[in-house]
C-alpha cells in the first residue's frame, strides 16, 4: 500500500536553529515522485519541492535542503537558521505514476513546525 | 497567474443542509483536483478531472458528494444533506496536463465548512 508517514506531529525551535522534518514513504513502485508543502496559516498549501525516484542527488535552496534516502525510503527536509516566518504545517506527499495516472497525491499527516523569536 | 480560487472561503450550515462551493482553476490547467483536510489531518484525495471529464473519485467520495466541471474550467462540489462529519476544510487543486501527471499541484485557500 502507499503511504506517507511524518512521525512528528509538531516542533518547536528557536529562531536561527536548525530543524529537519522527516518522512518515511511505502511504495510497491519503482517510478514515483515526492513532493513538500507548506502550509501557513492562510490555510493555501505551497508548493516547495519535487523530486523523482530516479534522482538522488541531496537538493539545496536558499535555507531549505532535502536529503532524499531510497535505502531507507525516507524524504527528509532541512531548515537552516529558522526564522518566525518558517512556522506552518509542512507536509510530505507521494504521487505514483499507475494505469489512472491522475496526478493525485497521498499525503503524510503533517507536521506542524513553530519558530519562537 | 491568478492562482486557484476558492468560494466561499467559509461556510457554516445545519445539518441535512445542502452546500455548494466553488472553484475556479489556473486558467490554463485542464487537471482539477478536490481534497478534504481533517484538522491535524493531511489532505485526502477526494475526485480528479481532466478537462471536463471526472476520471477518478475516491471511496470517500460518498453519494451525497457531487462534483462537476461542465465546461472544463469552473469547478463545483455539492454536499446534499450535510453531517456532522463533514466538517472540514475542502481544497482545490490545478495542475498543467503535460508532464504525465508529475507535474506539482497548485492549491487554492480552501473552503472551511461547519455543519452545526
Known amino acids: 500500500a502507499q503511504k506517507v508517514t511524518q512521525a512528528q506531529t509538531e516542533i518547536s525551535v528557536v529562531e536561527k536553529e536548525d530543524v529537519t522534518l522527516d518522512c518515511v514513504y511505502e511504495t510497491r513502485d519503482t517510478t514515483y515522485y515526492l513532493f513538500w508543502y507548506k502550509q501557513p496559516p492562510s490555510g493555501e498549501l505551497v508548493f516547495l519541492i519535487r523530486?523523482?525516484?530516479?534522482?538522488?542527488q541531496n537538493e539545496i535552496s536558499g535555507r531549505y535542503s532535502w536529503n532524499f534516502q531510497k535505502s531507507t525510503s525516507s524524504f527528509n527536509f532541512t531548515i537552516t537558521a529558522s526564522q518566525v516566518v518558517d512556522s506552518a504545517v509542512y507536509f510530505c506527499?507521494?504521487?505514483?505514476?499507475?494505469?489512472?495516472?491522475?496526478?493525485?497525491?497521498?499525503f503524510g499527516q503533517g507536521t506542524t513546525l513553530q519558530v519562537k523569536p | 497567474d491568478t492562482g486557484v480560487s476558492q468560494n466561499p472561503r467559509h461556510k457554516i450550515t445545519k445539518r441535512g443542509q445542502n452546500v455548494t462551493f466553488r472553484c475556479d482553476p489556473i486558467?490554463?490547467?485542464?487537471?482539477l483536483y478536490w481534497y478534504r483536510q481533517t484538522l491535524g489531518q493531511g489532505p485526502e484525495f477526494l475526485t480528479y478531472?481532466?478537462?471536463?471529464?471526472?476520471?477518478?473519485k475516491s471511496r470517500l467520495l460518498s453519494d451525497r458528494f457531487s462534483a462537476e466541471r461542465p465546461k472544463g474550467s469552473f469547478s463545483t462540489l455539492e454536499i446534499q444533506r450535510t453531517e456532522q462529519g463533514d466538517s472540514a476544510m475542502y481544497l482545490c487543486?490545478?495542475?498543467?496536463?503535460?508532464?504525465?501527471?508529475?507535474?506539482?499541484?497548485?492549491f487554492g485557500n480552501g473552503t472551511r465548512l461547519t455543519v452545526t
Open positions: 478531472f481532466q478537462n471536463e471529464a471526472q476520471l477518478e
Open positions: 486558467s490554463e490547467h485542464n487537471r
Open positions: 487543486a490545478s495542475s498543467p496536463g503535460g508532464g504525465g501527471g508529475n507535474s506539482p499541484l497548485h
Open positions: 506527499a507521494l504521487k505514483e505514476p499507475g494505469s489512472s495516472n491522475t496526478g493525485k497525491l497521498i
Open positions: 523530486r523523482n525516484s530516479f534522482d538522488e
